[in-house]
């Protein structure tokens, strides 16, 4: 099956700074790729995602890019806030219906 | 707009004991339905899905089993519980096989 990784897992910003999170995926045949965003004790959350026609794609303060020749994606916040700490995952799908989510990677915004 | 409901939000029951977590989905016809469980600072586990009513396709061996008894009900029980079967057990959907999912708010399990 798919296999994503994520890193970092862990990752401390100062407030204002930017935060970068990379996957990468093993299925060459993944044409979807979400991103959630998990506060503590809720449901992880959509908060963007890319299909494999599109390089960029950004919504206000975060985007997602994505390399499909090496077959990783990346998700930037910038101008952090404290209300972007929280636990982030990616994700990969090849049209099975499933998504394959990386390990997570938790998000700290020091003020 | 579509809405998802998982309930109840946290449950503590003795080792040996059933579970029954439900989960409901309105303002949408023939969702795709999953289970996930996520352990104390881990990563989500998909547990089952379904594409349609009576469809059911386990992912990893468990104590659980799920049903689908109509189009937007998913059902997730277990005849007798271990202590590793506390977690935190999401419930998702999905509108398409490449889309991504909206999750429930989640069930904290605690098996003592």
């Known amino acids: 099956g798919e296999n994503v990784e994520q890193h970092p897992s862990t990752l401390s910003v100062q407030e204002g700074d930017s935060a970068v999170i990379k996957c990468t995926y093993s299925d060459s045949a993944s044409n979807y790729f979400p991103w959630y965003k998990q506060e503590l004790g809720k449901g992880p959350q959509l908060i963007i995602d890319i299909r494999s026609n599109v390089g960029e794609k950004k919504d206000q303060r975060i985007a997602v890019t994505l390399n499909k020749t090496a077959k990783h994606f990346s998700l930037h916040i910038t101008e952090t806030q404290p209300e972007d700490s929280a636990v982030y995952f990616c994700?990969?799908?090849?049209?099975?219906?499933?998504?394959?989510f990386g390990a997570g990677t938790t998000v700290t915004v020091r003020a | 707009s579509q809405t998802i409901h998982q309930w109840p939000a946290t449950l503590v029951q003795p080792v040996g004991s059933p579970l029954s977590l439900e989960c409901t989905v309105e303002g949408t016809s023939n969702p795709n339905l999953y289970w996930y469980r996520q352990a104390a600072g881990r990563g989500l586990q998909l547990l089952f899905y379904?594409?349609?009513?009576?469809?059911i396709s386990s992912e990893v061996p468990q104590n659980l089993s799920a049903s689908r008894p109509q189009d937007r009900q998913f059902i997730l029980s277990s005849k007798k519980l271990l202590l590793s079967d506390s977690g935190f057990y999401l419930c998702a959907w999905s509108e398409d096989r490449v889309a991504g999912y909206t999750f429930g708010s989640g069930t904290r399990l605690t098996v003592v």
């Open positions: 994700a990969a799908s090849k049209g099975d219906y499933k998504l394959s």
């Open positions: 379904s594409v349609g009513i009576g469809q």
